[in-house]
């Protein structure tokens, strides 16, 4: 089954590139991913992090604070690389999806990445905060999550489908 990403996960990447350069850093780290995922401020991995009682604007502090360069970089003529395990995220975002029977990538299976790719500064934020791969698996295994988590304009937003993923097969 092949997947693609919704209109949701491109803008968190492109959020993701926008914030390293209000941080100063020349690179999009998952840090940065993150960080693009809580500007976004809905959808389906934002309701996850809720659903954990998770302090949104605390966590985003918390990575503010260890990856602030003092810098600002201009983002918008640059080509900002990705460090090698932000590519590999950006991979297993697919398979998240795949095992979840998704067709379509939402932040959640992103969420999903971030956190099984546990040797980056977002996932051991994520951490402090008792918020762990397996914990946040087992979220997305046991609810059903609405479409409209992740599509600005659904049309079938009472169609119940995990992760927000579009659909099953």
Same mark, same amino acid.
């Given at each position: 089954?092949?997947?693609?990403?919704?209109?949701? #996960?491109? /803008?968190? #990447? &492109? =959020?993701s590139k926008e914030e390293a350069g209000r941080l100063g850093n020349s +690179? #999009?780290?998952? $840090?940065?991913? *993150?960080? &693009?995922? *809580?500007?976004?401020?809905?959808?389906?991995?934002? /309701?996850?992090?809720?659903? =954990? !009682?998770?302090?949104? +604007?605390?966590?985003? @502090?918390?990575?503010?604070? /260890?990856?602030?360069? &003092?810098? #600002?970089?201009?983002?918008?003529?640059?080509?900002v690389p990705l460090l090698n395990s932000t590519e590999k995220i950006l991979k297993m975002i697919h398979l998240e999806a795949r095992a979840l029977k998704d067709k379509i990538v939402g932040t &959640?299976? *992103?969420?999903?990445?971030?956190?099984? $790719? !546990?040797? !980056?500064?977002a996932a051991k934020k994520m951490t402090e905060f008792e918020v762990t791969y397996d914990k946040m698996k087992n979220y997305f295994d046991n609810n059903k999550i609405k479409n409209k988590g992740d599509f600005h304009d659904d049309e079938d937003d009472d169609a119940? @489908?995990?992760?927000g993923g579009g659909g099953s097969s």
């Open positions: 089954m092949s997947t693609k990403l919704s209109q949701r #996960i491109k /803008d968190v #990447i &492109g =959020f +690179f #999009i780290g998952p $840090e940065h991913l *993150l960080l &693009g995922i *809580l500007r976004e401020g809905e959808g389906n991995a934002i /309701d996850a992090l809720t659903a =954990f !009682n998770i302090d949104l +604007f605390e966590l985003k @502090q918390s990575i503010e604070m /260890d990856i602030r360069s &003092g810098t #600002i970089v201009k983002v918008d003529d640059m080509n &959640g299976h *992103l969420l999903l990445a971030l956190l099984k $790719e !546990n040797n !980056n500064i119940e @489908q995990p992760l």
